[in-house]
């Protein structure tokens, strides 16, 4: 051996034996067939064939990255979480920013909502706060969620995004109108990870020590300045660059120019929420500023890379059911849906002890429950019991809930969405549309006739039912997008 070799650590067998030979595979003679006892061959190809594990369905393609979040305000009158309890307490996050629709290998520069997920490793326990670029979605009701999901990926028999899936699923979903406007407008292809907003669109609960209850929107706006691409523009770098937002947030954490967001959350008593104009867990609704102003709490930022993408930002798990003491969850159908999906979709995904993995374990606790066993398994808990209760000195319940109870009343039922003063399916959007600039609301026309224009010939209905939502939103759009979706299609 050289003294090159005898400087570097030995290259072992996944059991640890010493490996001889990583180059050359054993075979009967210098020129026959490859023998069986050479297990190192199999070994390395076994593990090669099982290397990747399925794919996110939704918010495939995603990059991400560890931070600090500092809290800039005093919040203790509205919340008891321990990670909000003084001004200049840090606690560190991961944050996982990805495009909803598209595969593992899809482009990052493309028309989709950006999903912003965030964990904080706090010290009750890790909190994982779920949402997207955009503070709105397409639906109310997590019942629609795989119907939705469906239209926008491939049609089970072309194996292509079919335009009239979309639209006629948008069409035949009027709460859908507020996100699309969104979705077409000038926001709906950022620049980059680092210059686009994050909300957590859901509304949640916090609850102070004494007791009250508040409902919460979260706000984190970039301190890089929003930066949106194109139509054009997006088409090109789409394909020259397809990884454009991961490679552009890692070296910019390289350079040392860490990216950053001002976190602000819009506050609700909760004896608001009966009478207030809009319902407030309608998750394609906004609270308007004017109604309940965003209050600065905080800093995100973000500062170092994953050393590994796949074990930390492939192999990352976010739950909106990891709440810790004094936030919980809201009355918001689409939030309570996704308590259940998130985590199972990572069950399956990942395995049953995903949450044991570095990048979703606790950091600044540890974890103490009676589950055992399943895949990877790391035999942690050694010859402690698994049940409770036990009488030999296991983890045992603190009497003290996370959140405070909510009062409910009726009769159970398949019941829609409960419908406030203001509620339609057609005013904010209409509302977002008049907020435009002349050449903001141009380019939201050309967007969607684009889109619209894709539609079969002989669906004119799916046309229709798009156009007219888009109407009841605001007339003067719905006529400019009917006479432009008529030039595109002759």
Not at 68 to 83: I, M
Not at 138 to 154: N, Y
């Amino acid at each position: 051996m050289t003294a090159q070799h005898e400087a570097r650590p030995t290259l072992t067998t996944e059991a640890g034996a010493p490996l001889a030979d990583n180059q050359n595979t054993e075979t009967a003679g210098p020129g026959g067939p490859l023998l069986v006892q050479d297990q190192q061959l199999f070994e390395k190809l076994a593990h090669f064939n099982r290397e990747r594990i399925p794919e996110r369905i939704v918010h495939a393609r995603g990059g991400g990255a560890y931070g600090t979040f500092t809290l800039t305000r005093d919040v203790s009158q509205w919340t008891r979480a321990r990670f909000m309890s003084e001004v200049g307490k840090q606690t560190e996050t991961f944050l996982r920013m990805s495009t909803v629709a598209g595969s593992l290998g899809s482009a990052d520069a493309v028309r989709d909502p950006r999903g912003f997920a965030l964990k904080f490793y706090t010290e009750e326990g890790n909190y994982d706060l779920v949402g997207n670029n955009t503070p709105v979605f397409f639906i109310k009701d997590a019942s629609k969620f795989p119907d939705f999901i469906h239209t926008q990926k491939r049609d089970p028999y072309t194996g292509s995004q079919e335009a009239d899936n979309v639209w006629d699923f948008w069409g035949l979903s009027p709460e859908s109108t507020h996100q699309v406007t969104w979705l077409f407008g000038d926001r709906g292809i950022p620049a980059s990870f680092r210059n686009m907003n994050g909300y957590s669109s859901h509304t949640y609960q916090w609850n102070n020590a004494q007791g009250e209850v508040f409902w919460v929107k979260y706000h984190f706006k970039t301190n890089q300045g929003i930066k949106n691409l194109t139509a054009e523009e997006a088409a090109v770098l789409a394909g020259t660059d397809p990884d454009s937002h991961q490679r552009d947030l890692r070296e910019a954490i390289e350079r040392g120019e860490f990216p950053s967001w001002t976190v602000q959350v819009q506050i609700m008593p909760a004896g608001d929420a009966a009478t207030y104009r809009f319902n407030p867990f309608d998750l394609t609704k906004v609270w308007p500023h004017a109604d309940y102003p965003p209050i600065e709490i905080g800093k995100l930022e973000l500062n170092r890379n994953p050393d590994n993408v796949f074990a930390e930002v492939e192999q990352s798990i976010f739950s909106p059911a990891h709440f810790v003491p004094g936030i919980g969850p809201s009355p918001d159908k689409m939030l309570q849906g996704r308590l259940f999906a998130y985590a199972d979709a990572h069950r399956y995904r990942v395995g049953v002890n995903a949450d044991h993995l570095p990048v979703n374990s606790p950091h600044a606790t540890e974890s103490r429950t009676y589950g055992r066993d399943g895949a990877l398994y790391d035999g942690r808990h050694n010859r402690a019991k698994n049940y409770e209760p036990n009488s030999f000195g296991g983890p045992a319940q603190t009497d003290q809930p996370l959140w405070s109870t909510t009062a409910v009343t009726g009769f159970t039922g398949n019941h829609a969405a409960p419908t406030h003063a203001e509620d339609n399916d057609f005013v904010q959007a209409g509302d977002l549309y008049r907020l435009m600039s002349q050449d903001e609301k141009d380019r939201l026309v050309t967007n969607l006739a684009n889109g619209i224009s894709g539609v079969s010939p002989d669906r004119d209905d799916i046309v229709d039912r798009a156009i007219g939502n888009f109407s009841h939103a605001d007339a003067d759009l719905g006529r400019r997008l009917e006479l432009a979706v008529k030039e595109l299609r002759g």
